[in-house]
Nanobody
Framework: QVQLVESGGGLVQPGGSLRLSCAASGFIFRAYAMNWYHQAPGKQRELVARISSSGGTNYADSVKGRFTISRDNAKNTVYLQMNSLKPEDTAVYYC????????WGQGTQVIVSS
């Protein structure tokens, strides 16, 4: 079955960096786009970044120039490098892919605070 397992979240000071990872299994990883979403307390889940099967990327305006999404098809893993973190980046970050249905990981918490 499809599984997405995120890791790499934590507490970081404003201006710091984190790299999130999402290990995928149960489907042909290289054939599908992968997404990172985040959900802040009391807010809707929002798309942060997307990478297509061919490596094309898209970003939310709020993270452009600070976050980079990448994928390693040999490792069935998608990454989100987050630099220059701000308190408003605090959220649970979810890995997602859409096959016939949407699949989600369990999420990893990112807290940006001094």
């Amino acid at each position: 079955q499809v599984q997405l397992v995120e890791s790499g979240g934590g507490l970081v000071q404003p201006g710091g960096s984190l790299r999130l990872s999402c290990a995928a299994s149960g489907f042909i990883f290289r054939a599908y786009a992968m997404n990172w979403y985040h959900q802040a307390p009391g807010k809707q889940r929002e798309l942060v970044a997307r990478i297509s099967s061919s490596g094309g990327t898209n970003y939310a305006d709020s993270v452009k120039g600070r976050f980079t999404i990448s994928r390693d098809n040999a490792k069935n893993t998608v990454y989100l490098q987050m630099n220059s973190l701000k308190p408003e980046d605090t959220a649970v970050y979810y890995c997602n892919t859409h096959l016939l249905n949407d699949y989600w990981g369990q999420g990893t918490q990112v807290i940006v605070s001094s």
